[in-house]
Structures are given as C-alpha cells and as structure tokens.
C-alpha cells in the first residue's frame, strides 16, 4: 500500500502521504487513498464504467488537487466510486498534465461499505516533491 492516513490533521478532515517510484505511481497511489477513505474496501469497485479524463496545472501539488477532486465531483454528481488506472503525467514548457482512465462503478450500498465523504481537497498542506526515494505527496481531504 503506498500510502498511510495522518493522526496530525484536524478533526473534519483526514491528511495522508502517498508516494510511487513515478509521477504516475504517485497519482495512483494517492487516488487510491482518496477512494479508499470513501469505501471500506478498494476490491469492491468493480471496473463496470470508464470514465477518461485528462487535466492540466501550472504546478504538480495543483495537478494532483485537481485530479482527486475529479474523483470527489464524480461520487457526488454520479454516484460514482471510481479507482484511477493508466495514469500518465507529463510535464513540459507550459505546465503538467495528467491523462488517465476512471474506472468503478455506482455506489450500492449493499455491496459498497460506504466510509467518509470525502467533500473536498484542500490546499491546506498540499505538497508534490521528489526525493531519492522518489516522488511524496502530502494531502488534506475535507471530509
């Protein structure tokens, strides 16, 4: 799991660390922890609906804001839990971008073990960096 929640947020909102060898396994590791604060468990998504999605930022930390908050818009507007797969993030002269699929199903409670709803991703904390180890990231959830 490449990822581990926080005891150091406050008490509305939930922080963990996600980390990947990757820009892409960073993104996926922290969608991964986005969802899984949603649902008890990541293997009861099951892979029915794509839904492609392809962002750009001037800087990382706001590129990884604005693609777990397309996780968040999709739980909410469609009844979506969504995990991310084929995530790709490339940079150039003018900004960051992030193409990836979507893929999940409707919320049913009989078979989805709802957790937190999650209502947001605050800038409160929001880091990207890279290290010898690789890429981190630190992340708030309002939830």
């Known amino acids: 799991?490449?990822?581990?929640?926080l005891e150091d947020g406050v008490t509305s909102d939930v922080t963990f660390r996600a980390?990947?060898?990757?820009?892409d396994e960073l993104f996926t590791a922290a969608a991964d922890a986005t969802a899984n604060l949603m649902v008890g468990s990541l293997d009861s998504i099951?892979?029915?609906?794509?839904?492609?999605?392809?962002?750009?930022?001037?800087?990382?930390d706001?590129?990884?804001?604005?693609?777990?908050?397309e996780l968040v818009f999709h739980k909410d507007a469609a009844r979506l839990l969504l995990r991310a797969t084929a995530?790709?993030?490339?940079?150039?002269?003018h900004g960051h971008t992030v193409?990836?699929?979507l893929k999940g199903e409707t919320i049913d409670p009989?078979?989805?073990?709802?957790?937190?709803?999650?209502?947001?991703v605050t800038l409160h904390g929001l880091e990207v960096t890279h290290g010898t180890a690789g890429w981190h990231a630190h992340v708030t959830l309002d939830v």
């Open 62 to 69: 706001l590129l990884l804001m604005r693609f777990l908050d």
């Open 110 to 120: 009989s078979k989805h073990e709802l957790a937190a709803d999650v209502k947001a």
């Open 87 to 93: 995530v790709h993030v490339a940079s150039g002269d």
């Open 46 to 60: 099951e892979p029915r609906v794509t839904v492609p999605v392809t962002m750009n930022a001037e800087a990382l």
């Open 19 to 23: 980390w990947g060898g990757d820009l």
């Open 99 to 101: 193409h990836a699929e």
């Open 1 to 5: 799991m490449p990822y581990e929640y």
